[in-house]
């Protein structure tokens, strides 16, 4: 994930793919990672490199394999996944149901983190669809759900917040809202 986030995407493809291919030999006895969650990492490391075809057939794999083998975890997570890259890709209402379905997993695990996670996936679906209404219901839901002491995902719900604004002709407010939130991130 660090390679990933460095902008080092080779290395980090790579380090990913000795993980899988450890994984394969020994079981998950010898990781506490899941294959699942590699193949996750691995469709999101392409998205960031830009290959987004072989982005969205890790995603694909992942989401059949999570589904094959009834973990709803590594399912909604997978989803969430395939979304992005399929909003990366322009396919939003393939990208929207995506993001449906890691909601409506999360929402049966009662697992608040990774649904707003999803709602916010969601409203960012909304966002590059230029649906203001969806940026609108997302960010309410996402009101309605309340914060997590985790906020794994904040810089996403500030971008998703920002665009809202931006959405709404208020640019300068979406600025001052990237710019505030920086340097808590780095």
Known sequence: SSLRCAGRFTEALAVADRALAAYEV?????????????????????????????ALAYGDATRDAALLSGDPSAHGLAELVRSDALTVTGRLTDAL????????????????????????????????????AGVDAAIADLDALGRHPAELFEYS?????SWQAHLRGDTAVARAMLLDTAPRLL
């Open 97 to 132: 149901a995506a993001a449906r379905a890691a909601e409506s997993t999360f929402v049966d695990l009662r697992h608040t983190a990774f649904l707003r996670w999803a709602v916010i996936q969601r409203g960012l679906v909304a966002v590059e669809a230029h649906d203001t």
């Open 26 to 54: 020994f079981g998950p006895q010898v990781t506490l990672v899941s294959s699942s969650v590699i193949g996750m990492v691995q469709c999101s490391v392409h998205v960031d490199a830009g290959s987004m075809e072989v």
């Open 157 to 161: 719900e500030v971008v998703l917040r």
